[in-house]
T-cell receptor, first 114, second 112 residues
Framework: AQSVSQHNHHVILSEAASLELGCNYS??????LFWYVQYPGQHLQLLLK??????LVKGIKGFEAEFIKSKFSFNLRKPSVQWSDTAEYFC????????????FGSGTQLTVLP | DGGITQSPKYLFRKEGQNVTLSCEQN?????MYWYRQDPGQGLRLIYY???????QKGDIAEGYSVSREKKESFPLTVTSAQKNPTAFYLC???????????FGEGSRLTVL
């Protein structure tokens, strides 16, 4: 079975700082990778996803993530965060072609100070 | 608007009582899921259903039950056998084309 690790549980940044949230997964085969975000009081929504092709994927709100297969990583980045980016971020993985489930990481709470 | 509707948003129950959480979708998705979200533990899969009249246990199915009589509906019952039911419950459906999960706003259950 696959698993996902998010090593940063809580990250605090000032506005305009750069962001990188780590995500590592364990699975021997081909995977699809996702980042979801949960803003305070709102439902989970998709930030970006990787299925195949260019390992650098761009999502909404200026976020991007890079899939590094050799490191089993899919780190999320943003060059300059805003106060409105304060939210909980979840990395998720599923074997390619599987409809069973996404396996989620434990989440990273990002707090951006104005 | 298309989406996932969960109800109720907040629910309180006494120990020993069963409670059913509703999940309805109008996205025409075949696959639906129930997750439980606890602080610091991410989302854990309770049950999922890939098609009407079929469902499978997830990683933490003990103390829960589901049904899938209609494509649009996937209710979750939290039974009295669930030892630690106080949690935030999320329902989702999955797009076959993109693999993306679409989530409802969640139901927060508190056992008194």
């Amino acid at each position: 079975a696959q698993s996902v690790s998010q090593h940063n549980h809580h990250v605090i940044l000032s506005e305009a700082a750069s962001l990188e949230l780590g995500c590592n997964y364990s699975y021997g085969g081909t995977v699809n990778l996702f980042w979801y975000v949960q803003y305070p009081g709102q439902h989970l929504q998709l930030l970006l996803k990787y299925f195949s092709g260019d390992p650098l994927v761009k999502g909404i709100k200026g976020f991007e993530a890079e899939f590094i297969k050799s490191k089993f990583s899919f780190n999320l980045r943003k060059p300059s965060v805003q106060w409105s980016d304060t939210a909980e971020y979840f990395c998720a993985v599923t074997p390619s072609g599987s409809a069973r489930q996404l396996t989620f990481g434990s989440g990273t709470q990002l707090t951006v100070l104005p | 608007d298309g989406g996932i509707t969960q109800s109720p948003k907040y629910l309180f129950r006494k120990e020993g009582q069963n409670v059913t959480l509703s999940c309805e979708q109008n996205l025409n998705h075949d696959a639906m899921y129930w997750y439980r979200q606890d602080p610091g533990q991410g989302l854990r899969l309770i049950y999922y259903s890939q098609i009407v009249n079929d469902f499978q246990k997830g990683d933490i199915a003990e103390g829960y039950s589901v049904s899938r009589e209609k494509k649009e509906s996937f209710p979750l019952t939290v039974t009295s056998a669930q030892k630690n039911p106080t949690a935030f419950y999320l329902c989702a459906s999955r797009s076959e084309g993109t693999g993306e999960l679409f989530f409802g706003e969640g139901s927060r259950l508190t056992v008194l």
